[in-house]
T-cell receptor, first 111, second 114 residues
Framework: KQEVTQIPAALSVPEGENLVLNCSFT??????LQWFRQDPGKGLTSLLL?????REQTSGRLNASLDKSSGRSTLYIAASQPGDSATYLC??????????FGTGTRLTIIP | DGGITQSPKYLFRKEGQNVTLSCEQN?????MYWYRQDPGQGLRLIYY???????QKGDIAEGYSVSREKKESFPLTVTSAQKNPTAFYLC?????????????FGEGSRLTVL
């Protein structure tokens, strides 16, 4: 069974620090991986989509990497701000199957 | 603005009643999806549709029904057969088919059974 794991479930970081969020998956036959942000009571906002042929994608202060051999993706957030506080979810497509979601990391940026 | 609109945002239902959640998109996306989100669990797929007049069951389809009569619309009915319907429901869409496109979500509908 393909699984996606996000550890830790919660993380607190002082404002201004750089931080890394982790996403692990059990199947190296990954098609793509997507990172999302979810604010309380809201829907998911797509942040970055990495195809299996790519090693990383960047958007502003965000950088996502993909390492299929180790079964790991990271989301790097530079110069964190209080507005970055949210739950971050990753989701992977394996082969041509449906998307499998992690349970998310709840990030709190401390002013 | 292009996007996905879900309504209502909050819905209360008495036991034994059917309710329908609306999902409309103006992104011209082919595929549409319904997910359920419960605290401490990952999103779970209820139904998805890759083309008009066709849809497939996801992991937790029991007690739910859908229709796809128009490309832009994918309503979800929560029937009285769904034993634990209180949850946050999310509609999504993607360009192309096969679950491989970038996924875009609506703002969600929170259903509470009284």
């Amino acid at each position: 069974k393909q699984e996606v794991t996000q550890i830790p479930a919660a993380l607190s970081v002082p404002e201004g620090e750089n931080l890394v969020l982790n996403c692990s998956f059990t199947d190296s036959a990954i098609y793509n991986l997507q990172w999302f942000r979810q604010d309380p009571g809201k829907g998911l906002t797509s942040l970055l989509l990495i195809q299996s042929s790519q090693r990383e994608q960047t958007s502003g202060r965000l950088n996502a990497s993909l390492d299929k051999s180790s079964g790991r993706s990271t989301l790097y957030i530079a110069a964190s701000q209080p507005g970055d506080s949210a739950t971050y979810l990753c989701a992977a497509v394996f082969g041509n199957e449906k998307l499998t979601f992690g349970t998310g990391t709840r990030l709190t940026i401390i002013p | 603005d292009g996007g996905i609109t879900q309504s209502p945002k909050y819905l209360f239902r008495k036991e034994g009643q059917n309710v329908t959640l609306s999902c409309e998109q103006n992104l011209n996306h082919d595929a549409m999806y319904w997910y359920r989100q419960d605290p401490g669990q990952g999103l779970r797929l209820i139904y998805y549709s890759q083309i008009v007049n066709d849809f497939q069951k996801g992991d937790i389809a029991e007690g739910y029904s859908v229709s796809r009569e128009k490309k832009e619309s994918f309503p979800l009915t929560v029937t009285s057969a769904q034993k634990n319907p209180t949850a946050f429901y999310l509609c999504a869409s993607s360009l192309g088919t096969g679950h491989t496109g970038e996924l875009f979500f609506g703002e969600g509908s929170r259903l509470t059974v009284l």
